[in-house]
């Protein structure tokens, strides 16, 4: 009997459609050979059900290569004794070294292994579906998989699907059923068994069909009703991150002990044995924290570090650190940081400066100046945004050069360190320079967080439950505004915990990035979730 096996030109593994296989142009003069081979049979008959052969053979029209054949190939279900393969000129035999359940229905796949030998022209897809019982399964899951924080398309992120009642885990067990997304994240699984089935998401870096949490991002969905063909069915995947921060090194420095952690920490708290708190300040890259000396105390000391980093991770531990005293030798960093803006500018619509300093500030001891066409007056009073840090309105209304002026020991900190002296001018900048994004979000989650991205993906703003919001103040560029689903009332994003059978809280992107441009408001903008 001539049975023409059925073939698949898709883009993502986990398809188990059906579409007959398309022979090549035959090679005329010089032309190059294009076609891939062609299966002409295959015994037993595709489709085929009460199947009970030891083997599978399939026939094709021209010379196969041998390589690649068997990395190419698995089984659906996943048998845990892989069948063996064997090959002639035109030939393969796929034989089964498991035992083949009852009422089973099980595809053979083939993804770009099997190729010709004179051109290497490959079948991109091929498959073999059969079934031990009297029926073939015909249910299917299909829907989309993206990376929960950037929104981008998870392409080949693993499809893997465990029936409920074995209670595998999806770290060191592999999956029944599996397979891949394409390159826009579209996934396709099909002929499964009616049944509850716990499935998981895998962004599977190694391709070893399991879950690595260190470095492996994911989404799950547990005792899934598979009964009917289910659409739609889409996922974000993100990593989570369970590992507790740890301190790599303690070094002393002048009035402060620096910390250095081996991931970033956002929260850290530092007291003596007896209770006393140290002042803190996390540096930027927020894997090093510094501690100041507001004790005045120089032997070694013991304190009590509690860290959180960014995924909530808690290290509590006791370590012991040493300030240097200052002298001629070791001396002090300037009290203030940094002035910003940075680059001079103030918008006239919002005229406010920030002063960071390297030390936390304990007391403001004198105004700040303004100077403006030859006159000079009293800056409002700083407002503190924090121990290391406070900011300024500048009174302008119009385009002009200004100069701030920053007296001698207007500020203080510990170890009776003051500030120097400084001048600085500023440019202010007009609407006309900068954007607007203007919207409403419509949804009915209770709590969420409306964020303003960079064309990177870095957070610019940020706005806690906006019914209607307003970003002002942008320069020219490209912006996303994505919504995280505060599900617990936080504040923040939380991540996925498989432990606990606990999703990520969603992250929603508005559809398209948004283009700002100068002296251009941009209106309208409507959320749905």
């Given at each position: 009997?001539?049975?023409?096996?059925?073939?698949?030109?898709?883009?993502?593994?986990?398809?188990?459609?059906?579409?007959?296989?398309?022979?090549?142009?035959?090679?005329?003069?010089?032309?190059?050979?294009?076609?891939?081979?062609?299966?002409?049979?295959?015994?037993?008959?595709?489709?085929?059900?009460?199947?009970?052969?030891?083997?599978?053979?399939?026939?094709?029209?021209?010379?196969?290569?041998?390589?690649?054949?068997a990395?190419?190939?698995?089984?659906?279900?996943?048998?845990?004794?892989?069948?063996?393969?064997t090959?002639?000129?035109?030939?393969?035999?796929?034989?089964?070294n498991?035992?083949?359940?009852?009422?089973?229905?099980?595809?053979?796949?083939?993804k770009?292994?099997?190729?010709?030998?004179?051109?290497?022209?490959?079948?991109?897809?091929?498959?073999?579906?059969?079934?031990t019982?009297?029926?073939?399964?015909?249910?299917?899951?299909?829907?989309?998989?993206?990376?929960?924080?950037t929104?981008?398309?998870?392409?080949?992120?693993?499809?893997?699907l465990?029936?409920?009642?074995?209670?595998?885990?999806v770290?060191?067990?592999?999956?029944?059923?599996?397979?891949?997304?394409?390159?826009?994240?579209?996934?396709?699984?099909?002929?499964?068994?009616?049944?509850?089935?716990?499935?998981?998401?895998?962004?599977?870096?190694n391709?070893?069909?399991?879950?690595?949490?260190?470095?492996e991002?994911?989404?799950?969905?547990?005792?899934?009703?598979?009964?009917?063909?289910?659409?739609?069915?889409?996922?974000?995947?993100?990593?989570?991150d369970?590992?507790?921060?740890?301190?790599?090194?303690?070094?002393?420095e002048?009035?402060?002990s620096?910390?250095?952690?081996?991931?970033?920490?956002?929260?850290?708290?530092?007291?003596?044995?007896?209770?006393?708190s140290?002042?803190?300040?996390?540096?930027?890259?927020?894997?090093?924290?510094?501690?100041?000396?507001?004790?005045?105390?120089?032997d070694?000391?013991k304190?009590?570090i509690?860290?959180?980093?960014?995924?909530?991770?808690v290290?509590?531990?006791?370590?012991?650190i040493?300030f240097?005293?200052?002298?001629?030798?070791?001396?002090?960093?300037?009290?203030?940081?940094?002035?910003?803006?940075?680059?001079?500018?103030?918008?006239?619509?919002?005229p406010?400066?920030s002063?960071?300093?390297?030390?936390?500030?304990?007391?403001?001891?004198?105004?700040?100046?303004?100077?403006q066409?030859?006159?000079?007056?009293?800056?409002?009073?700083?407002?503190?945004?924090?121990?290391?840090?406070?900011?300024?309105?500048?009174?302008?209304?119009?385009?002009?050069?200004?100069?701030?002026?920053?007296?001698?020991?207007?500020?203080g900190?510990?170890?009776?360190?003051?500030?120097?002296a400084d001048?600085?001018?500023?440019?202010s900048?007009?609407?006309?320079?900068?954007?607007?994004?203007?919207?409403?979000?419509?949804?009915?989650?209770?709590?969420?967080?409306?964020?303003?991205l960079?064309?990177d993906?870095?957070?610019?703003?940020?706005?806690?439950?906006?019914?209607?919001?307003?970003?002002?103040?942008?320069?020219?560029?490209?912006?996303?505004?994505?919504?995280?689903?505060?599900k617990?009332?936080?504040?923040?994003?939380?991540?996925?915990?498989?432990?606990?059978?606990t999703?990520?809280?969603?992250?929603?992107?508005?559809?398209?990035?948004?283009?700002v441009?100068?002296?251009?408001?941009?209106?309208?903008i409507?959320?749905?979730?």
């Open positions: 009997m001539n049975f023409l096996f059925k073939l698949f030109i898709l883009l993502g593994l986990p398809t188990i459609l059906y579409a007959c296989a398309n022979a090549g142009a035959p090679i005329e003069g010089g032309t190059k050979d294009m076609a891939y081979p062609e299966l002409l049979k295959s015994v037993p008959e595709n489709f085929t059900t009460h199947f009970s052969a030891p083997e599978v053979l399939l026939i094709f029209n021209e010379r196969i290569a041998p390589e690649k054949i990395e190419s190939f698995f089984i659906l279900p996943r048998q845990e004794l892989q069948p063996s393969i090959f002639k000129s035109k030939s393969l035999s796929i034989h089964f498991d035992t083949l359940k009852p009422n089973t229905t099980y595809t053979l796949i083939f770009e292994g099997i190729k010709d030998v004179t051109e290497n022209n490959t079948i991109p897809y091929l498959s073999y579906t059969f079934s019982g009297n029926y073939l399964d015909s249910l299917s899951i299909a829907g989309n998989v993206r990376f929960l924080k929104n981008k398309p998870a392409e080949n992120a693993l499809i893997a465990y029936p409920s009642s074995d209670t595998l885990n770290t060191k067990h592999k999956p029944t059923y599996f397979g891949y997304a394409d390159e826009q994240g579209n996934y396709l699984l099909n002929n499964l068994k009616n049944g509850l089935y716990d499935l998981y998401v895998i962004n599977d870096k391709k070893n069909l399991l879950y690595d949490s260190k470095t991002a994911i989404s799950f969905k547990k005792k899934l009703n598979i009964s009917e063909k289910i659409k739609d069915l889409n996922f974000k995947i993100s990593k989570i369970t590992i507790k921060p740890r301190i790599e090194k303690i070094v002393a002048t009035e402060t620096k910390i250095f952690f081996s991931k970033g920490i956002k929260k850290i708290k530092a007291e003596t044995l007896k209770k006393d140290i002042p803190t300040e996390i540096m930027e890259s927020g894997k090093i924290v510094l501690l100041f000396n507001a004790l005045n105390i120089y070694s000391l304190v009590h509690t860290a959180i980093d960014t995924a909530n991770n290290l509590k531990d006791t370590c012991k040493l240097k005293k200052a002298d001629s030798t070791n001396k002090l960093k300037p009290l203030i940081k940094t002035i910003s803006p940075l680059n001079r500018l103030l918008d006239i619509s919002n406010e400066i002063i960071d300093f390297n030390y936390p500030l304990t007391k403001v001891n004198k105004p700040l100046y303004l100077k066409e030859q006159q000079t007056t009293d800056l409002p009073v700083p407002q503190k945004k924090g121990a290391f840090s406070l900011s300024i309105k500048i009174p302008v209304t119009v385009k002009d050069t200004v100069t701030v002026i920053i007296p001698e020991n207007t500020f900190s510990y170890f009776s360190l003051q500030n120097k001048t600085i001018q500023f440019i900048i007009e609407r006309e320079d900068v954007g607007l994004i203007r919207g409403t979000v419509n949804t009915t989650a209770d709590k969420y967080i409306l964020q303003l960079s064309e993906y870095k957070v610019i703003d940020a706005k806690y439950t906006p019914k209607s919001f307003v970003f002002d103040n942008l320069k020219p560029g490209s912006y996303f505004l994505r919504v995280i689903i505060d617990n009332g936080n504040g923040t994003w939380d991540q996925a915990s498989v432990e606990n059978n999703e990520a809280e969603p992250i929603i992107f508005h559809k398209n990035p948004i283009k441009k100068a002296n251009w408001e941009i209106t309208g409507n959320i749905k979730i």
